[in-house]
């Protein structure tokens, strides 16, 4: 989701640092509160008992952020109020292979009858992209079909602005999709061939062998 909400230069900067061998991956800010998020709203635990274990954390600015967001999901809540439920998550593949897309809801609920998996979003920059955003849910229904019980639609949760991104507010946005992917497996290709095939400095380019005096 954050790729595809990036501008097209730090979107290609951001796929030639994922491909670029890496010694350890970067620290994710937000993965700790929505471990959080989805033991509060899918796993029952106490509003209370989670604000204390942020508390321990040893970066206080993360602390404070998971608490922040974690009242909101409370306020959220009480407006949203549909039986919650927790669901698995699903890889989508490009059709050469070249990237994977996980979809991992932090929780379901069910809204006016339908059950519906949300991910939750708490990134503030790059901001999130509407188009972008439904046509990466597009990607997801058909993994979850043979499902009993599974979501029937799929949605973005976003903390930043309280805004809920239901596939289903929007029509047909796999077609946008399809283009957005194969638009990136080009682009893979080509700052994977720029990788595999490095031009030299300038520097070390070969120069014009000397001239004999006349």
């Known amino acids: 989701m954050k790729l595809l909400a990036l501008n097209a ?3 290609r900067t951001e796929l030639r640092k994922r491909l670029l061998p890496s010694v350890e991956g970067g620290y994710d800010f937000h993965r700790r509160f929505r471990l959080l ?8 635990e106490s509003l209370p008992d989670l ?6 954390y040893g970066n206080v600015a993360e602390g404070r952020a998971a608490r922040e967001a974690l009242e909101f999901l409370e306020d959220w809540r009480a407006d949203m109020p549909g039986r919650l439920f927790a669901f698995g998550s699903r890889t989508w593949e490009s059709a050469s292979g070249a990237f994977k897309v ?7 609920i069910e809204i006016d009858g339908v059950r519906v998996g949300v991910h939750i979003w708490k990134t503030q920059r790059p901001p999130l992209d509407a188009r972008m955003t439904y046509a ?3 990607l997801f229904p058909d993994l ?3 499902e009993v019980g599974g979501p029937e639609d799929f949605a973005v949760l976003s903390v930043i602005d309280g805004r809920l991104y239901r596939l289903s507010d ?3 946005p796999s077609v946008m999709a399809g283009r957005v992917m194969v638009a990136i497996e080009n682009l893979i290709d080509e700052i994977g061939d720029e990788i595999a095939s490095p031009q030299p400095p300038i520097g070390d380019q070969p120069s014009s062998p000397p001239t004999a005096p006349s």
């Open 9 to 11: 230069r730090p979107q």
């Open 37 to 44: 998020a989805h033991r509060y709203l899918s796993g029952g």
């Open 51 to 56: 604000f204390v274990e942020t508390e321990e």
């Open 102 to 108: 996980r979809f991992t809801p932090d929780f379901g």
């Open 136 to 138: 990466a849910l597009s």
């Open 144 to 146: 979850y079909a043979d």
């Open 170 to 172: 929007v029509d047909n």
